[in-house]
């Protein structure tokens, strides 16, 4: 299940760390200094991986933020082989060193999920995700898969189930490539080679009609 629950580190990397604390009390115990500090390091190490910071999520609800941490790889327009529609596609890569917890991109309900893309010929392994917005947006999160994050993927929001703004859903162990498609008309506000924030970082926004036409009456 989802949650806006933040532990600072991440829940996935608590077995891990419990096993590596207790070598270090018990190298503390019957080993020497050198190998206590050693595996001190790893520790600390390990803990730099499983961070898990708490994300300030922006306040306007059209935002779109980015659901992983990473860079911008690039921004292109697709034919949307998951629900069939002419999208926008923003390609972020999270790297081995970027925070791992996956947050959704927008307000909504999850209404579909597939682990392979709909007719797919190639023998590439995805994991992908369909969130409708209360105003009828359709964003799908595609998050491309090999033979370790295949294994050590972790979703936790369900089809049917709500999910909030930038609310952390799973966690992608060691990063990998994530794309994301937005409406063809929304505003992307990234570029290339940037690098971005999960949750907090804003990848762009929807674009409504009624949102226009206040703008402009207002003007």
């Known amino acids: 299940m989802a949650s806006n629950s933040y532990p600072v580190i991440a829940r996935e990397?608590?077995?891990?760390?419990a096993i590596l604390l207790v070598i270090l009390i018990l190298s503390g115990q019957f080993l020497g200094v050198l190998a206590t500090s050693v595996v001190?390091?790893?520790l600390l190490f390990f803990i730099f991986i499983f961070r898990d910071p708490n994300r300030e999520i922006p306040s306007s609800p059209l935002s779109i933020v980015s659901p992983v941490s990473g860079r911008i790889l690039?921004?292109?327009?697709?034919?949307?082989?998951?629900i069939d529609r002419y999208?926008?596609?923003?390609?972020?890569?999270?790297s081995f060193f970027d925070v791992y917890s996956i947050r959704s991109p927008a307000e909504g309900k999850i209404v579909n999920q597939w682990t392979r893309r709909p007719e797919e010929n190639d023998n590439k392994r995805r994991f992908a995700y369909r969130l409708r917005t209360d105003e009828d947006d359709e964003i799908v999160v595609v998050i491309n898969l090999n033979f370790i994050t295949a294994?050590?993927?972790?979703f936790y929001a369900?089809?049917?189930?709500?999910?909030?703004?930038?609310?952390?859903?799973?966690f992608l162990f060691f990063g990998g490539r994530v794309d994301v498609?937005?409406?063809?008309?929304?505003?992307?506000?990234?570029a290339a080679g940037e690098t971005i924030?999960?949750?907090?970082?804003v990848l762009g926004q929807l674009v409504h009609r009624e949102s226009t036409s206040t703008e402009t009456a207002a003007t």
Not at 158 to 170: A, D, L, T, Y
């Open 151 to 154: 294994f050590f993927l972790r």
């Open 197 to 201: 924030c999960s949750g907090s970082g």
């Open 87 to 94: 999208a926008r596609m923003i390609s972020i890569k999270s």
């Open 40 to 42: 001190f390091l790893i």
């Open 13 to 17: 990397g608590w077995p891990l760390l």
């Open 74 to 82: 690039g921004i292109s327009q697709v034919d949307d082989p998951w």
């Open 181 to 190: 498609l937005i409406p063809d008309n929304s505003k992307v506000n990234v």
């Open 158 to 170: 369900h089809s049917g189930e709500r999910i909030g703004h930038g609310q952390r859903c799973g």
